[in-house]
T-cell receptor
Framework: SQELEQSPQSLIVQEGKNLTINCTSS?????LYWYKQKYGEGLIFLMM?????EEKSHEKITAKLDEKKQQSSLHITASQPSHAGIYLC????????????FGTGTRLTIIP | EAGVAQSPRYKIIEKRQSVAFWCNPI?????LYWYQQILGQGPKLLIQ????????DSQLPKDRFSAERLKGVDSTLKIQPAKLEDSAVYLC???????????FGDGTRLSIL
């Protein structure tokens, strides 16, 4: 079974609209990382969240980790074509071994 | 700073052949990771090095995969012999320490015929 579930699997959004991607685990997340991947390229680090209730923003992207540290959301405001790609969450789900488990990703398409 | 360098970008081989990938991490990064990413899935950790020592290789198929980081800098990942199910993108990542964000290279796309 997948330890990190991402939803939705794919998302088509009109340029300028807001969107949210979710990452959920049945286990406590000891460090949650959001990455973006474009086809044929590596992962680009976006944000890291470690504390329950933590929220971070960078430009038009905001990520939150819930108080129970079992769910994170990534919110994009006023989406642009440059936001298109695959968004992956990765987390340490086994405290202490610092090994990241990744979700299967959310494919985001921005239409004009 | 220069990013994580990987080569080659693409490799096509026939099953049962051998192949090797090379990774040069970001300067000063002690931790190096090799991941396998199958199409439509998230990356799966194969092996993690701290300097030149192996921290975790629990998901490395040791009967055919091997990896080394002899001087604690560059690393190579080898597959011998390759199977059809090894077709994937092999990603290398590095971090300053093991609990810091990982920075990824562009990967090597391996196709097995």
């Amino acid at each position: 079974s997948q330890e990190l579930e991402q939803s939705p699997q794919s998302l088509i959004v009109q340029e300028g609209k807001n969107l949210t991607i979710n990452c959920t685990s049945s286990k406590t997340l000891y460090g949650l990382y959001w990455y973006k991947q474009k086809y044929g390229e590596g992962l680009i680090f976006l944000m890291m969240l470690q504390k329950g209730g933590e929220e971070k923003s960078h430009e038009k992207i905001t990520a939150k980790l819930d108080e129970k540290k079992q769910q994170s959301s990534l919110h994009i405001t006023a989406s642009q074509p440059s936001h298109a790609g695959i968004y992956l969450c990765g987390a340490d789900v086994n405290f202490g071994n610092e090994k990241l488990t990744f979700g299967t990703g959310t494919r985001l398409t921005i239409i004009p | 700073e220069a990013g994580v360098a990987q080569s080659p970008r693409y490799k096509i081989i026939e099953k049962r052949q051998s192949v090797a990938f090379w990774c040069n991490p970001i300067s000063g990064h002690a931790t190096l990771y090799w991941y396998q990413q199958i199409l439509g899935q998230g990356p799966k950790l194969l092996i993690q090095f701290q300097n030149n020592g192996v921290v975790d290789d629990s998901q490395l198929p040791k009967d055919r995969f091997s990896a080394e980081r002899l001087k604690g800098v560059d690393s190579t990942l080898k597959i011998q012999p390759a199977k059809l199910e090894d077709s994937a993108v092999y990603l290398c990542a590095s971090s300053r320490w093991s609990n810091q964000p990982q920075h990824f290279g562009d990967g090597t796309r391996l196709s097995i015929l």
